[in-house]
């Protein structure tokens, strides 16, 4: 047992607080608080979550973290690259799911367009109709004054309307043989790794939703390519943080324990370039393609 950790037990004990006591307090696991106290670091799911939990303790026994670190910084890991928030600040730390409303892409312009080559077709048919109608009239008041009836000519007058409706009819049919184009299907693919840092290419998509849920305990923080920050901070078991990021060039996602960490674009769960196993602290930036 380390100096600091016999010094949390004995704030712990005279405030007659037992381990589940100060993990219904800081939501820490039981195992991660034994291991403070032992000085078992090793266990912990990353290295920025040494100071965290430590942190969280020290307040929940009465105890001044910042004090603490100071006079025991021999003790604690140095994690300043990893180092993130100690406790999710907000609503969106007591809210299971945060959604953001936006507008989703109205295709009513579209639909029109779908349309417009059956409008056009049917007005053809009506105006060839029409034609026929005023036609048939004017070849049988031809025929009424008193000449010789073998002049009078029949052939033109049946033939000219089966010449106006053969091709308009041969047109509608053909038309509503046409299948409409179907939607572009949506991919979701890595393109490139460094490090811990994955790069993700989203094609096929009009919108750009990103939600991730958590399956355990897990710290996350989601910005935009701009650095606008969407959410910071720890998602217990069954939260999820659900953002529509349409518009932006990218979204970036940094991932505190990968194994319980489950990111999903329009639905699709992405998967793990790098297993999450093996690589519990991931960067993960989804840019959509240019349609």
């Known amino acids: 047992m380390t100096e600091l950790g016999r010094k949390l037990k004995e704030a712990r004990e005279s405030k007659g607080m037992s381990l589940s006591d100060v993990q219904e307090s800081t939501k820490i696991q039981k195992r991660y608080l034994e291991g403070i106290e032992e000085g078992s670091y090793d266990i912990m799911p990353g290295k920025f979550y040494v100071r965290a939990f430590i942190k969280q303790y020290a307040e929940a026994v009465g105890l001044n973290a910042e004090e603490l670190f100071e006079e025991f ?15 999710p600040t907000g609503s969106a730390a007591t809210s299971q799911t945060t959604r953001v409303d936006a507008s989703k892409p109205v295709r009513e312009s579209s639909k029109l367009l779908d349309y417009l080559p059956r409008i056009l077709v049917t007005a053809f048919i009506i105006g ?25 000519v029949e052939e033109p007058t049946t033939e000219a309307p089966a010449e106006e409706e053969t091709p308009a009819v041969e047109e509608e049919a053909v038309v509503e043989e046409e299948p409409e184009p179907a939607a572009p299907a949506q991919t979701l693919s890595a393109v490139s ?14 919108t750009f939703e990103v939600a991730v849920a958590s399956k355990g305990e897990t710290w996350i923080e989601i910005t935009d390519g701009s650095g606008k920050s ?13 953002h529509n990021m349409t518009g932006q ?13 489950v990111i999903t674009v329009n639905g699709e769960t992405l998967a793990y370039k790098l297993p999450a196993e ?14």
């Open 230 to 242: 969407y959410f910071s901070g720890m998602l217990a078991n069954g939260q999820t943080q659900t």
């Open 278 to 291: 093996g690589q519990v602290l991931q960067d993960i930036i989804i840019r959509p393609k240019a349609q």
């Open 128 to 152: 060839a109709l029409i034609l026929v109608y005023v036609l048939i009239p004017k070849s049988g008041s031809e025929s009424d004054p008193a000449v010789d009836e073998e002049v009078q």
């Open 193 to 206: 790794t460094s490090g811990r840092q994955t790069v993700y290419e989203l094609s096929g998509a009009e």
């Open 73 to 87: 910084k021999s003790e604690v890991p140095s994690s300043k690259e990893d180092e993130v928030p100690l406790r």
């Open 249 to 261: 060039k990218e979204a970036k996602i940094k991932v505190g324990f990968a194994p319980d960490t």
